[in-house]
């Protein structure tokens, strides 16, 4: 088993005016989403229970899982690790400015048990190059460090916790809760930052901004974005209601993803707990 990593030759514009350059940019290659019944089904084969009790159990163990995590827990997912919810939120002096508009996200916060990130960390990667006209040029199967990075391990009062799991080793990663950027003691890059107004009327024009020289990319259909995803070079006219995501890549690494929900009145909508 091996992970598969795409390296596609795409331009990279560092500014509006710069007409850019080629670089080889390494994103996850991807397989089709599995699901839930796929999923189900091959777990009432490994268990040797029948399709219709694994079915109640997923949903009773899903019902459980939201309830307490809404409640405040972190809630043990099997063999996996533990999930809350948590927050972005921005820092202020003053106790009288504390308000919940401070509050720029709702999140999921997923922690993976040691085992997990070990055999991620152990896990060999085959990395397909393509060039610019989608040809491939090269294949390479190499080591890495095989450190796995948890990108938000903040704790309930806000501070940070994080760590990075590595084959031979960990080490501390930190966040920024003022900006909801964050950053690991890898350098990390910083991740973007989406602006627009929210609620809106009639429409909304929507900006994103990221590290000095890195490349923009976002999605406005719930999806996580990727190299691949719309390049962003103005600001974005939004009429409905839309959830925004973006990435920022600079020098090959790859940001946390941003994300951010813009409410039409009158529509549907709220926090994104997505991203």
């Known amino acids: 088993m091996a992970l598969k990593i795409k390296a596609k030759e795409k331009k990279l514009k560092f ?3 710069s007409e850019g350059v080629y670089r080889y940019v390494m994103v996850p290659d991807l397989y089709s989403t599995l699901d839930q019944d796929k999923v189900i089904k091959e777990a009432a084969i490994r268990s040797g229970v029948s399709e219709g009790v694994m079915s109640a159990c997923w949903k009773g163990a899903g019902e459980v899982i939201k309830a307490w995590a809404t409640e405040g827990h972190s809630v043990a997912l099997p063999g996996l690790g533990t999930m809350r ?7 202020v002096e003053d106790v009288n400015d504390v308000k919940s508009s401070l509050i720029k996200t709702r999140r999921i916060v997923f922690t993976p048990t040691t085992a997990l990130k070990e055999e991620l960390a152990s896990t060999a990667i085959q990395i397909t190059c393509y060039d610019r006209n989608g040809e491939i040029v090269k294949r390479v199967t190499s080591a890495d460090p095989g450190t796995v990075e948890e990108t938000d391990n903040t ?4 501070e940070n ?9 960990s080490s501390t990663g930190s966040e920024t809760g003022g900006s909801g950027s964050q950053q690991s003691s890898s350098e990390a890059v910083t991740a973007p930052e989406i602006s627009g107004t929210t609620p809106f009327t009639d429409s909304t024009e929507v900006t994103i901004q990221g590290p000095q020289g890195a490349a923009l990319y976002y999605t406005t259909d ?7 995803s719309m390049d962003y070079s103005e ?5 409905a209601t839309t959830t925004v995501k973006a990435i920022a890549i600079l020098d090959g690494e790859t940001s946390a993803v941003a994300s951010k929900t813009f409410t039409k009145s009158g529509e549907s909508g709220g926090f994104d707990l997505g991203g």
Do not use: H
Request: hydrophobic fraction near 15%.
């Open 235 to 239: 600001p974005i006219t939004l009429s």
């Open 85 to 91: 919810f948590g927050l972005s939120a921005k820092a």
């Open 222 to 228: 719930g999806s996580t974005p990727t190299s691949e």
């Open 15 to 17: 500014s509006k005016e």
């Open 161 to 169: 916790s994080g760590s990075e799991q590595g084959g031979s080793g």
């Open 155 to 158: 704790d309930d009062n806000g």
